[in-house]
């Protein structure tokens, strides 16, 4: 492409993300370290209730994002491989299990249990199960039935997870003699809301021409709400980002000089490719939606805090119908003005790419927004074809670019 | 004058036209492992034949795997690039299907010859030429004669798999049993046509419907898509230039612009 390759600009707040996540893990192994207990989590667990039992969580999916991102997650998938473990399955739980294989002495510490929600994903129970039955860990298995309208949930819904909370509540309390902190609750649950409020805030400026908070921002900014849920560090971290996003706004200031095209990206990012991000602002796309990045966000109660968290455990993206699903793509690109969408189908994640075309061919037809769908896998940097995908971007932006010359 | 570089996975092609837009004169080389090599070859080739040279030329456009490693003032896509050459030539073609060395793909293009949608293949061989010179190359035929053999077929054989890899021990367990050579080969060939029937099925077939890529100059192949499809296809005389020639298109229609 003959595009000049502008610089895109990074939020400072997402250059602190590193770091953060360092500090993260450092704090996990301190807590284990003065025999509390740690938690190995699967991402849209209710960490708030930990929070309150002093037991502190992990998210092997986050570490399995990290160690991509940091490209050394071959290590940890080769040792789930040589023991078995095909490739074919979900990049997360081999990363996970080769882990857990060889000896756990990364930055992740050894779990004392292993806490998981049938809520979103597929492999969750048996991937967790696996891990008790190499580690010989205590599992929790938490179930949520599925929702189709999570403003009218039924009460005996509601109170069938609630009551799975109670029993996770005191399993731990008499597994760790650990006592339940009611107050801790309520802080928790009380920065947890402020956190997925500050962020929702922040996406939501990126309606704003040119937009202030790209691609690169989103996928990474995310982490603080995905594992530091309920604490004063995320809240901490979202202040920050919203005021440096609001500066931005006002002197609009956008992620790329010349924004053209804006695109919403469906999936989990491709940690090992964050470089493709710029590829696309290098044509002067410019991510500025995407299912994913909202899929932590979620506004608690704190006057009712079990329940409200009871909620959240049965609202997250992937336990809802699939029509809530398209209703947010139909009105997102209504609100962000969006020009195209570009889908990740993603090796590792079939429930997420599952409805993508259904999905896809929806906004096409209702918005006439073109799209394009590839294929890679989030964390496998092996399943990558790098030229195959950027011929593919290259074509789709060639599409926008007419597009945009036929309406001028 | 002006140039379109294709700058395939096998093979470069290039095309120069004049200023009405005339196909002047054509070359295809294999692209080895140096684009920058076989694209200046291809092009040295294509200017030598109406006795023009480099100087001729006022603008090149690239495109293929190697586009961006090709001396060229502008790079397409090569679905961008298809769908100007096909128009030209066929402006009542609305899906293109292109099959080539690594890859293939079905385009959509309205009645001006923009493109509408696009499928591509996912990243394996299956459903690409290197499929099929891999086959040949087992079944010990020269690849250019798999199209005459496969007329000879009373009964061709079911493949299954449509991993390269899997298809590869599926012919040799076929050939072993005694199954003949053609019967194979008409089997491979609806096995591919299967491959992009499917792929192609999802921005559908409207008519007119057109061939390009090397693949297309395997007469078996064409009728094994064309019968999968229940079309007859376009195919234009040189398919496998198609690409380059719509790069060449838009060299002229650029450097118009530019001037």
Redesign the interface.
Known sequence: ??ERKGRSRVLQATKKIGELILEYFAKASDHKARGKPVAWVTVFTPVELLHALSVFPVAPEHFGAMCSARNFIMEYLEEAEKRGYSQNLCSYSRCCLGYALSGMSGLMPPPDILITFRNSCDVYVKWWQSLQAHLGTPLFVGEAPYVLAPEDLENYVLDYVVKQLMDLIEIVEEKFKLKFDEEKLVEAVKLSDKASELWLEALKLRSNKPCPLGGRDSASDIFPLVIMQGTVEAVQFYEELLREVRGKVEKREGVIENEKYRLLFDGIWLWYAFDLIKYFEDKGAVFVYEPYSEAWAYRLDASKPLESVAKKVLAMGLNMDIDLRVEKFLKSIKEFDIDGAVLFSNRSCKSWSAPQ?VTAEIIGSKYDV?YLIF?ADMADPRQY?E??IK??I??FI??LR?RSC?RE | MYAGVDAGASATKVVIIDENENIISHAIVPSGINFKTSSNEALKRALEKPGLSRKDVLYVVSTGYGRELVDSHKVFSEITCISHGVHKLFPSVRTIIDVGGQDSKAIRVDEKGRVIDFVMNDKCAAGTGRFLEVMASILGKPIDELGVLHFKSLDPVKISSTCTVFAESEVISHVSKGCKVEDVIAGLHNAIAERIFSMSNRIGFEREIALTGGVAKNPGFVEALSKKIGFSLILPREPQIMCAFGAALLARKHFMERV
């Open positions: 492409m003959s075309l073109p294929e074809a030229a195959q011929n593919r290259d074509a060639e599409v007419e036929t």
